[in-house]
């Protein structure tokens, strides 16, 4: 099974800093990867596929960037909307989810 | 407007079955492959189940394998779970998601294992 990790697992970041979040995966994933955001009590939302492309209705400040093992996404200048947990997830062979990044208010 | 909404979660006893529904509405459900994610409390998410839009091909996490069962009823634009023998570990919120890029989500329903 591929393993799916994620860092930093925590940080503390102010409105309008640049965000950097990283995913690896243990073997080579080519671009099968999505981002998610989810708010504490709401479902996951989609906000990244395909290593890079930006679903639609998802702001432009978001980008990811990445493929073969290493992944970034990054805010490029947070919002109050935007504290919440990310996670990764890797759709190249059975789906598995990174254990998530919780971005919270310094 | 694109809708998923589960149903059947509650409490049960270790060993017990419980089927969840997902009910699809706005989009051509026969169309897409459906999955099945689980988050435990205070946790991650968690990949459950997949099934492709014929069924022809489903998945299942090693975790759940031999337990549950994953199927679609597309004249009713419904996605189901059946849980057997459920666990202790078994505990979480069930959501139901479109497609292998998970682009929408239901609210989720929770399951709770418990004596």
């Known amino acids: 099974a591929i393993r799916i990790t994620q860092s930093p697992s925590s940080l503390s970041a102010s409105t309008g800093d640049r965000v950097t979040i990283t995913c690896r995966a243990s073997q080579g994933i080519s671009s099968y990867l999505a981002w998610y955001q989810q708010k504490p009590g709401k479902a996951p939302k989609l906000l990244i596929y395909?290593?890079?492309t930006l679903q639609s209705g998802v702001p432009s400040r978001f980008s990811g960037s990445g493929s073969g093992t290493d992944f970034t996404l990054t805010i490029s200048c947070l919002q109050s909307e935007d504290f919440a947990t990310y996670y990764c997830q890797q759709y190249y062979s059975y789906p598995g989810f990174g254990p998530g990044t919780k971005v919270d208010i310094k | 407007e694109v809708q998923l909404v589960e149903s059947g979660g509650g409490l049960v006893k270790p060993g017990g079955s419980l089927r969840l529904s997902c009910a699809a509405s706005?989009?051509?459900?026969?169309?897409?492959?459906m999955n099945w994610v689980r988050q435990a409390p205070g946790k991650g998410l968690e990949w459950v189940s997949s099934?492709?839009?014929?069924?022809?091909?489903?998945y299942y996490a090693d975790s759940v394998k031999g337990r549950f069962t994953i199927s679609r009823d597309n004249a009713k634009n419904s996605l189901y779970l059946q849980m057997n023998s459920l666990r202790a570990e078994d505990t979480a919120v069930y959501y139901c998601?479109?497609?292998?890029?998970?682009?929408?989500w239901g609210q989720g329903t929770l399951v709770t294992v418990s004596s």
């Open positions: 706005g989009f051509t459900f026969s169309s897409y492959s």
């Open positions: 099934i492709s839009s014929s069924s022809s091909y489903i």
């Open positions: 395909a290593a890079s």
């Open positions: 998601a479109r497609d292998h890029l998970n682009d929408y």
